[in-house]
Antibody, heavy 112, light 112 residues
Framework: EVQLVESGGGLVQPGRSMKLSCAAS????????MAWVRQAPKKGLEWVAY????????YYRDPVKGRFTISRDNAKSTLYLQMDSLRSEDTATYYC?????WGQGVMVTVSS | DVVLTQTPVSLLISLGGQASISCRSS???????????LHWYLQKPGQSPQLLIY???NRFSGIPDRFSGSGSGTDFTLKISRVEPEDLGVYYC?????????FGGGTKLELK
């Protein structure tokens, strides 16, 4: 059974950092590109970042470029999202996804 | 960025009825490899999105044949026949032919 389990969310002050993790199991993680998608409260889905299967290519939506870093450890079947200089508008539930399978999501709240 | 325009924003359907959702793209979603990476998801209340249809018309594992996808190029449609209570929620289209991935704004399916 495919599982994607996010962790690392919570409450953080504006300007601070947070790192999300996504532990994958049930499929060959190293064969798939992965993405982070977020959903602000009561809003729609918004793609945040993508990383290729080998980590060689990464893409970011414009508002997070230079602040967020997506990475992966294929040996540990784990995806990461390092979020720096967090802003209130980054408040959302963050999902990791292969586009076919999704995690349950982790809430990130940026507030003083 | 590719803009996906999803209509209608909301749908009121009777149990057993049929629903149709449109997703129109601002540019062709045919990839250089010939595939069209247009997917459909359902997000039930309090849950993460679940894949219904991938690459325009392919039902994902475990998805009943009441769900069907069609279209090409820039115009795509999701049809749900014989609507059941578990079909209620918000439907999204996603394109990942072009970076960045983009989602439609969502269509909320409710019971009449």
């Amino acid at each position: 059974e495919v599982q994607l389990v996010e962790s690392g969310g919570g409450l953080v002050q504006p300007g601070r950092s947070m790192k999300l993790s996504c532990a994958a199991s049930g499929f060959t993680f190293s064969n798939y590109g992965m993405a982070w998608v977020r959903q602000a409260p009561k809003k729609g889905l918004e793609w945040v970042a993508y990383i290729s299967y080998d980590g060689g290519s990464t893409y970011y939506r414009d508002p997070v470029k230079g602040r967020f870093t997506i990475s992966r450890d294929n040996a540990k079947s784990t995806l990461y999202l390092q979020m720096d200089s967090l802003r209130s508008e980054d408040t959302a539930t963050y999902y990791c996804t292969t586009a076919y399978y999704w995690g349950q999501g982790v809430m990130v709240t940026v507030s003083s | 960025d590719v803009v996906l325009t999803q209509t209608p924003v909301s749908l009121l359907i009777s149990l057993g009825g049929q629903a149709s959702i449109s997703c129109r793209s601002s540019q062709s979603l045919v990839h250089s490899n010939g595939n069209t990476y247009l997917h459909w998801y359902l997000q039930k209340p309090g849950q993460s999105p679940q894949l219904l249809i991938y690459q325009v018309s392919n039902r994902f594992s475990g998805i009943p044949d009441r769900f069907s996808g069609s279209g090409s190029g820039t115009d795509f449609t999701l049809k749900i026949s014989r609507v059941e209570p578990e079909d209620l929620g918000v439907y999204y289209c996603l394109q990942r032919t072009h970076n960045p991935w983009t989602f439609g704004g969502g269509t909320k399916l409710e019971l009449k």
